[in-house]
């Protein structure tokens, strides 16, 4: 629905299709990438590491990650880069400009994709100290140990008094999301200027921003990461920079609400 908004915005000749390639055959379809016809593609979980494996180049992001989101090619070689830190940066600047100035301390929930890279983009934009919190610790201090000394890993009994230090808070965690369980937490200690950014998109309004809000935070969704995160490979595959605009945002929100309904 992005791609295609674009598409016809730009009056541009093109299409963005599905692919469903199972986890025993990603290889090989991208090995056979460069004679498939296409320009580009965009790869999601579970691909984004044999994605990273099958680049010729990827990008200084994709190669700290060492997971890209998106390809094209170069000479009919496959090159990827990794556009979900730009997508979470690019949305946070929209919706709170002077963020950097306010986050001193940041707490990610979560230790998988996403988190790694929303703590990149963090480390980035040099906030002084983030700390990790997750079910399965050790892949915390796994992200920690190979991201940045800045980062402390930690676990969910360590969050009532991390939260009331933080000035923002992100989950980067699957919970909240249509079909997962909800995010249990208690935001009562939570500093009071702190932001809540939950890259969840589905559903748009999570359980988490809607406390957020009655409680007086700033509250980020996800749609806006998601959104971001798809302008470089439009660019990339397309030649022009397409725009994040309130009609593009209006389209997909209206989409997942749909979606919502229907289950
Ligand atoms: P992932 O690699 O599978 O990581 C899932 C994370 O959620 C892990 O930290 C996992 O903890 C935690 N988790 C899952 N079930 C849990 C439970 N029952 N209790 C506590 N923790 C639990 O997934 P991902 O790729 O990072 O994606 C995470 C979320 O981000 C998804 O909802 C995805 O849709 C969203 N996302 C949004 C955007 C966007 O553009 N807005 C982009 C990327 C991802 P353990 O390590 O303990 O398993």
Redesign the pocket.
């Known amino acids: 629905m992005i791609h295609r908004h674009w598409l016809a915005e730009l009056k541009l000749e093109g299409d963005y299709i599905r692919e469903d390639v199972p986890p025993g055959k990603i290889a090989s379809f991208l090995a056979g990438f460069a004679a498939s016809g296409y320009v580009g593609a965009n790869v999601t979980?579970p691909h984004k590491e044999a994605a990273f494996r099958a680049v010729v180049r990827a990008e200084p992001v994709a190669a700290a990650l060492k997971a890209v989101n998106t390809l094209w090619l170069e000479e009919g070689r496959l090159a990827g880069t990794n556009t979900?830190v730009y997508?979470f940066l690019a949305h946070l600047d929209e919706s709170l400009p002077d963020w950097t100035a306010r986050t001193k301390m940041a707490v990610v929930l979560?230790?998988?994709?996403?988190?790694r890279a929303v703590v990149y983009g963090l480390i980035e934009r040099d906030v002084g100290r983030i700390v990790v919190i997750?079910?399965?610790r050790t892949?915390a201090e796994m992200l920690a140990a190979e991201i940045d000394a800045r980062v402390t890993p930690a676990g969910f009994a360590e969050l009532p008094q991390r939260l009331r230090e933080t000035d923002l808070l992100v989950n980067?965690?699957?919970?909240g999301?249509t079909g997962?369980?909800p995010l249990d937490i208690d935001l009562g200690p939570l500093k009071p200027s702190a932001a809540v950014y939950d890259?969840?998109?589905a559903p748009l309004e999570t359980p988490l921003l809607a406390a957020a809000r009655a409680r007086g935070h700033l509250a980020v969704d996800?749609l806006g990461?998601?959104l971001h995160?798809a302008v470089p490979g439009f660019e990339r595959w397309f030649g022009v920079r397409p725009k994040v605009t309130p009609t593009l945002r209006s389209l997909v929100a209206a989409d997942l609400g749909a979606r919502e309904r229907a289950r």
Do not use: E, H
Not at 172 to 175: E, F, G, H, I, Y
């Open positions: 979980v979900d997508g979560g230790a998988g994709g996403a988190a997750n079910r399965t892949r980067a965690t699957s919970l999301m997962q369980p890259i969840v998109y996800g990461m998601l995160q």
